[in-house]
């Protein structure tokens, strides 16, 4: 990375493109999700690492409070 930035720059410039796809699948990721069996789960686990680890915690928040399964 130079030091004035260009390569946080770059990535920042990414994120309207990567909602964009995210917003376009949408409604082909709830098809799936939509077919789970999600009765038949006991618990689900999670693993993360650096940054990653603020999305899986919330997602942990998500399965627990909206599908009622134990998350770790």
């Given at each position: 990375?130079?030091?004035?930035?260009?390569?946080?720059r770059a990535e920042i410039a990414q994120i309207p493109g990567i909602f964009q796809k995210l917003a376009d699948r949408a409604a082909a990721i709830t098809a799936?999700?939509?077919?789970?069996?999600?009765?038949?789960f006991d618990s689900v686990i999670l693993l993360a690492r650096g940054t990653s680890d603020n999305a899986a915690l919330y997602l942990k928040y998500l399965i627990e409070t909206k599908i009622g399964i134990?998350?770790?």
């Open positions: 990375m130079s030091s004035n930035g260009s390569l946080m799936q999700v939509e077919k789970l069996p999600l009765d038949s134990p998350c770790g």
